[in-house]
């Protein structure tokens, strides 16, 4: 079954509204990585998360990672119709032996 | 920038099938994946390889098979094509480097129907 469990699983925005996906872990996870795939394209390097409750930002991007490293979150302030397109996480541990697991994705449509 | 080619966009096969899917990247990479991409279901992890010579089964290995002769090219073989391997395959790559903490690198993607 799913090891990294993401919600939602489609969201659909007015252009200007925020968005946000989660992604969770059953185990403790060394590392989370996040991507977008935009529609007909292919999966796209976002960011890396390591540390415990770390933050980072891209712009109009938040990431966060969870203090206990189990659960990470993308939030998108006042999204754009550029911003459409599939959110995945992946998350590595020893315990998927150091594998990246993805999560199922987060599916972003935006009304202007 | 690092380019991962994948040989077809698309491929239409019949069931009972040989089927060869190709994956070639230009960085020198030493770790190569295949995953194939259902809707609900993400990413999952078929093969990957962390060298020339060298396969790890991932989650969903059945009925696939993988080869890697030379470093930038890892190939992922359906032996016999079943209309349940009608999906988009994604090939990856990524450095050995950082403890894991390399990104991935995909191909735009293979959408192989089989009929």
């Known amino acids: 079954g799913q090891q990294v469990m993401q919600i939602p699983q489609y969201q659909h925005v007015q252009e200007g509204e925020d968005f946000t996906t989660y992604c969770n872990s059953s185990?403790?996870?060394?590392?989370i990585q996040w991507y977008k795939q935009r529609p007909g394209g292919h999966p796209v390097f976002l960011i890396q998360?390591?540390?415990?409750?770390e933050v980072k930002k891209q712009k109009r991007l938040t990431f966060q990672f969870g203090e206990a490293k189990k659960n990470s979150s993308l939030h998108i302030t006042a999204t754009q119709t550029t911003d459409v397109g599939t959110y995945f996480c992946?998350?590595?541990?020893?315990?998927?032996?150091?594998?990246?697991?993805f999560g199922a994705g987060t599916i972003l449509r935006v009304k202007s | 920038d690092v380019k991962v080619t994948q040989s077809s966009r698309y491929l239409v096969k019949r069931t009972g099938e040989k089927v060869f899917l190709e994956c070639v990247q230009d960085?020198?990479?030493?770790?190569m994946f295949w995953y194939r991409q259902d809707p609900g279901l993400g990413l999952r992890l078929i093969y990957f390889?962390?060298?020339?010579?060298?396969?790890e089964k991932g989650d969903i290995p059945e009925g696939y098979s993988v080869s890697r002769e030379k470093k930038e090219r890892f190939s992922l073989i359906l032996e016999s094509a079943s209309t349940n391997q009608t999906s988009m395959y994604l090939c990856?790559?990524?450095?050995?480097?950082?403890?894991?903490?390399?990104?991935?690198?995909f191909g735009d993607g293979t959408r192989l129907s089989i009929l």
């Open positions: 960085m020198d990479h030493e770790n």
């Open positions: 990856a790559s990524s450095l050995a480097t950082g403890g894991g903490h390399q990104p991935q690198h």
């Open positions: 390889s962390y060298d020339v010579k060298m396969k």
């Open positions: 998360l390591v540390k415990s409750g």
């Open positions: 185990t403790t996870l060394s590392n």
């Open positions: 992946a998350g590595r541990t020893l315990v998927y032996g150091n594998k990246l697991v």
